[in-house]
Every structure is written in C-alpha cells, then in structure tokens.
C-alpha cells in the first residue's frame, strides 16, 4: 500500500499534540508501504486569503491558504491531516481519501462559549462546525482522536471513526519521588493555562502546605511562579523530569481530544491524577488507569494514597499495560478498510 499524507505539521521539533498525532499516522501507515509526507507550500498574497474568505465564509479556512502543486503519481490512500488540509489533499490521486479531524474544532468552539473564554477564537472559529461537516462528507472516512469529539459530530450527522491517540515509546521507570508532582505542557494553548491558573489558584495551595512538590515543563512554563513550584520551560528531553517526579497531573478541562501528555506519563510509568472533564475524554480503555480528583481535599487523598509503595506499583503497572504505541491504532484501522 503506498500511502499520502498531506499535512502543514511536519515531524521535526518538540513532542507536542498535534506532532504526535501526525507521528501516530505516519508509524502506522509505514507499517503497511512506503509512505511519503507532502507539506504544501504557503500561500501569502492578501488577494488569495480573500478570495478564501469569501470562497468558505470561514477566518479559519483563510488563515490557512497553501499551493494546491500536489505529487502527480497515484497512491492507494492520502490521508489529510487536520482540517486546514481538508481542499488539498482531494486533489491528490487515490481511491481512498481519509480525513484526520484530530479533535473537533466545532466541540472547542463550543466550549469556549460554555467556559466564556477565548473570544478571539471563537472568532476565528466561527462557522467551522459547518466545515467539518461538508469536508468530512467529501472523504471517504473522518478520524477523530476522543470518543467525546466522534459523539460530538455524530450529533451533527458525520459518523467518525476514532483513531486513538498513543506514546512515541514506553518505558516502566523505576518509581520516582512521589511527593514531587510534574505537569507538561504548552502554555501557547489556551486550555492548558486556563487549568494549571485554576489548580494553582483553588488546588495548590493545600498541597504545597503537605510539602508537595509541582514541576512544570513545557514552552512558557519558565514565567510560572508560585511556591513550591519548579518551573522548567521548554525541555528537549523529559525524561530525566519523568524519572525524578514520581506522579504526573493534568488539571486541563477545557480542550478537546485525548491529553497525549496523560498517555505518555503512563507509558513512562507514572500514576496520573486528572479532573473529571479531562478524565471523561481519555479512551475507555485508559480511563479505569487515572485517577479523578475535583477539590483539593480529593487531590490530597488521591497524593496520599499514592505514598504507599503497593498501591503506588499497582496503578503505575497498570497505566502502562493500557496505553499503546505510536502507530499501532493506525494500522489496525487501515487494515480494516479493503484497498
């Protein structure tokens, strides 16, 4: 099977989301051929982005304007990455068209109404429930990454597929310093400075009184200052922080989608401790493996039961055993489709 796959995200630089993701697609098509990986080339003029405006109604799709010179040999599949793909890659040649949504950005919107935040966005957002439709109906199947974003759409009449995300690699570590918390993450992405700004607010302080320890990795996370609290910034390699911090947090409940950062803590072998909105998108496979915590008398149980080194062991083994490597859930889709 020779493979396409059209994406603005290319596989070089810091393990975030949406790079993961792309990884996740790109392993499991090379499982089954020769894959190759066409980034379109930017397209700037202000006549053009209008003309895309007026063309899709839509900031978003006008924001996103590239050079429609796609490769001229035929493949068995093309596979566009995220929306913003969605007109590029149909010109493609391919008896199979698959379109990874990723997330919902029509769920995102949403929820930015909902938690009356992110105005700005929801601007540049607007109309794109409208697009995610009339794109998705153009493939031969949409993936998505969370059972909340494929419920989502199929509510609005586009029965997705989900695509799970998955871990890069999977190591057990040995157990780290359990009273030493560690959360990862990109504060460019609005819900992952709202939730870490809540937890700090209403959850810290409890337990940062307990002696507790948060480290706090990611770019932006070196302007983060509070007590007890280790702010890194942008790290290459995370593992040395996996290695000393023995329990992971994601206090994040307004995105969409999977939290990769959940699923690699597990795959390195930590306990992972999240709310109840982020816990509610992990897939039903991972959900019985974190722990939900609301108010900081929930999350200092849960810290404190984790000090026993056999409770500990058991949802660290756990938490590993359920997560999967990069590329595994692509391939089993493919091989479902008939080429």
Known sequence: MKTLIVSA???HGSPQGERLRLENIVRGAEALGPTELWQPRVVGQPFTRLARLVKFKSLYMARHVYSED?????????????????????????PIHILDLTDSLGLFRTRLKTFHTGILRQIMLWGVDELEIFWSGQYSEAWVSGWQDQQWLSHHGLSAVLVPN?????????????????????????PNRLGLQHFLAHIWPTLVDEGYILHVAGPGTERIHARGVMAHGFVNDLRALYIQAGICISPVELG???????????????????????????????QPVVTVATTSREWLQQLTLLQDPTTYGLRA??????????GFPVTRRLQQLRF
């Open 256 to 286: 969409t989608g999977t939290q990769n950062k959940i699923l690699e803590a597990l795959g390195y072998g930590r306990p992972v401790i999240t709310g109840p909105l982020a816990w509610k998108a992990l897939p039903s496979t991972v």
């Open 166 to 190: 998955a871990v890069r690699e999977k190591i057990l570590l040995a157990p780290g310093n359990a009273r030493e918390l560690l959360f990862v993450a990109n504060m460019a992405y609005l």
């Open 317 to 326: 083994n756990r938490g590993f055993e359920a997560v999967e490597l990069n």
């Open 9 to 11: 995200v290319d596989l």
């Open 70 to 94: 796609c490769p001229q040999r035929p493949y068995d599949l093309v596979i566009a990455f995220q929306l913003r793909m969605a007109p590029y890659a149909l010109k493609c040649r391919a």
